[in-house]
C-alpha cells in the first residue's frame, strides 16, 4: 500500500513558478511510476507529468513541456513538479498518483493540491 501527500500549492501570478512535492509512504516507492495529474473546475482529470524509476526521464503533456519539469528523490520517497512560467489555465488541483511499472493503471493517488495563478 502506498499513501501520497501533496503539498506546496497556493495563489500565485502568472509568470511565477511553483514547485509541488508528493510525500509517498512505503518502501517499494523505488519501483513505482509517478505521475501528477491535475482537474480545473468543471473539466476532466489530466495527464501532466510521469516519470518512472529506470530511465528517469519526464513524459509531459504538451500543455506544460518545456515549462514543467518532474523529477524524484528516491531515498525521500519524494516526487517533485517543478512549475515555471504558470498560466491562468494551469489553474487546478493537482494530484500525485502511483502505479506499478507493470501496470498501466494509476492506483494510488493523493488528496490534491490547489494551484491558482492569477492574471
Known amino acids: 500500500q502506498v499513501t501520497l501527500v501533496e503539498s506546496g500549492g497556493g495563489l500565485v501570478q502568472a509568470g511565477s513558478s511553483l514547485r509541488l512535492s508528493c510525500a509517498a509512504s512505503g518502501r517499494t516507492f523505488r519501483t513505482y511510476v509517478m505521475g501528477w495529474f491535475r482537474q480545473a473546475p468543471g473539466k476532466e482529470r489530466e495527464f501532466v507529468a510521469a516519470i518512472n524509476s529506470i530511465v528517469r526521464d519526464g513524459d509531459y503533456a504538451d500543455s506544460v513541456k518545456g515549462r514543467f519539469t518532474i523529477s524524484r528523490d528516491n531515498a525521500k520517497n519524494t516526487v517533485y513538479l517543478q512549475m515555471n512560467s504558470l498560466k491562468p489555465e494551469d489553474t487546478a488541483v493537482y494530484y500525485c498518483?502511483?502505479?506499478?511499472?507493470?501496470?498501466?493503471?494509476?492506483?494510488?493517488w493523493g488528496q490534491g493540491t490547489q494551484v491558482t495563478v492569477s492574471s
Open positions: 498518483a502511483a502505479r506499478a511499472g507493470d501496470s498501466a493503471r494509476y492506483d494510488h
